[in-house]
């Protein structure tokens, strides 16, 4: 067997070229894994002030669980975290179905106006979602839906649709329609290659949608603020800022604490669907 003598300058430049990638790779993730960390370390604190960023200051000395004590035991943090479920798994059963009835017609159905209607869905996903308070409080006033679990999740679940079938629309276009109709050639119904065909392909963009719209409804504090008015409705976001805020101060160790314990709930959903995840991610990439 002959072996092929390596040329050294090569070997070098690929030794330097791996060098700087995994130097740049440790780089970028030192600024993802780093606020991740000192939100950690300043929910252990015992100063409730935000401490200046320094390297002893990175390695905690006293570790105390007193915020956490406080959040878990002297406030009703459990009746908040129900609230917060609720209206976002409420929240969540609509904008999924709304968004994928509505992507799959603007994908699969030869509709007038088609590319109008498409159009004025992808220009309303600019609009931040805040500037709808208003309008939104004066309408579901007037129909007695404010200070109510559905009010909150019909008006969640309109954001979210909208952005969501837009989603499903992309998704579903890049699904070729030969799988649908060589199903259908083998003997299946329309809804029949629906149900065993297309929906089990649909998986990662229902469970992206299903994400953003539980994240939207969880983590929402201004129209939550605005509808709820009852403290037994109270959800995470109004508790995290009740107990953070006080007498314009904000205790830093209490919102660290909170947020961390805020975050359980997504880390979970973010573990259970990362496999359909990361083919949405992939797929963002591909045309």
């Not at 006293?62 to 009746?79: C, K, M, S």
């Not at 969540?92 to 004025?120: E, W, Y």
């Not at 403290?231 to 947020?259: D, H, P």
């Amino acid at each position: 067997m002959i072996r092929q003598k390596v040329n050294p300058k090569y070997l070098i430049l690929k030794l330097i070229r791996l060098a700087i990638s995994y130097a740049l790779l440790i780089i970028v993730a030192a600024f993802a894994v780093f606020p991740i960390y000192y939100i950690i370390i300043t929910s252990l604190s015992p100063i409730p002030t935000l401490a200046s960023v320094s390297l002893k200051s990175l390695i905690p000395t006293t570790v105390t669980l007193e915020a956490y004590n406080g959040i878990l035991f002297h406030e009703p943090f459990l009746l908040w975290l129900r609230n917060s479920l609720i209206l976002a798994s409420g929240t969540v059963a609509i904008s999924v179905i709304v968004a994928f009835v509505s992507g799959l017609g603007l994908s699969r159905l030869n509709i007038s106006m088609k590319k109008v209607l498409i159009i004025t869905i992808y220009v309303m996903t600019f609009f931040p979602f805040t500037v709808t308070v208003i309008p939104l409080y004066l309408m579901f006033s007037t129909l007695h839906l404010v200070n109510t679990y559905y009010g909150l999740i019909i008006a969640y679940s309109g954001g979210n649709s909208v952005f969501g079938a837009y989603l499903v629309k992309i998704f579903l276009d890049n699904i070729p329609r030969d799988y649908e109709e060589a199903a259908m050639i083998d003997g299946l119904s329309r809804f029949g290659a629906f149900t065993r065909i297309l929906l089990p392909m649909s998986k990662p963009i229902i469970a992206f949608v299903s994400l953003l719209s539980f994240m939207g409804a969880y983590t929402d504090y201004a129209l939550a603020n605005v509808f709820i008015s009852s403290g037994n409705m109270w959800t995470l976001t109004l508790g995290m800022y009740y107990l953070a805020i006080t007498n314009r101060s904000t205790l830093y160790n209490v919102f660290a604490a909170f947020s961390v314990l805020m975050g359980i709930p997504i880390f979970i959903i973010f573990i259970v669907f990362q496999k359909y995840l990361t083919k949405v991610y992939s797929l963002s990439g591909t045309k």
